[in-house]
Nanobody, 115 residues
Framework: VQLVESGGGLVQPGGSLRLSCVPSGFTFSCFGMSWLRQAPGKERELVASITRDGGSTDYADSVKGRFTISRDNGLKTVYLQMNSLKPEDTAVYYC?????????WGQGTQVTVSS
């Protein structure tokens, strides 16, 4: 299994980014997916998750109303739209399975929110 995240960057507070994750090595449409993040000196935390058909999503309280997780099973891609970004959203963002399903971690994508 390989997980490849992209789309991160430097953005000012209040800005937006869209992250993408393209997994390979398993049947994408059969698995729920999640986005997680790890800030310097902190534990990795769950940000958002989505069921295998995209019909249900869950979010950490800290990102509710600002982030949206989605997926395209045809393109085998999971997205994280991040709006109204705050400095505390600065972290490396990773995708992985949902409900504790964990494959080998990808390299992640760095998101830095700073003026």
């Amino acid at each position: 299994v390989q997980l490849v995240e992209s789309g991160g960057g430097l953005v000012q507070p209040g800005g937006s980014l869209r992250l993408s994750c393209v997994p390979s090595g398993f049947t994408f449409s059969c698995f729920g997916m999640s986005w997680l993040r790890q800030a310097p000196g902190k534990e990795r935390e769950l940000v958002a998750s989505i069921t295998r058909d995209g019909g249900s999503t869950d979010y950490a309280d800290s990102v509710k109303g600002r982030f949206t997780i989605s997926r395209d099973n045809g393109l085998k891609t999971v997205y994280l739209q991040m709006n109204s970004l705050k400095p505390e959203d600065t972290a490396v963002y990773y995708c992985n399975g949902r409900n504790g399903v964990r494959w080998r971690w990808g390299q992640g994508t760095q998101v830095t929110v700073s003026s």
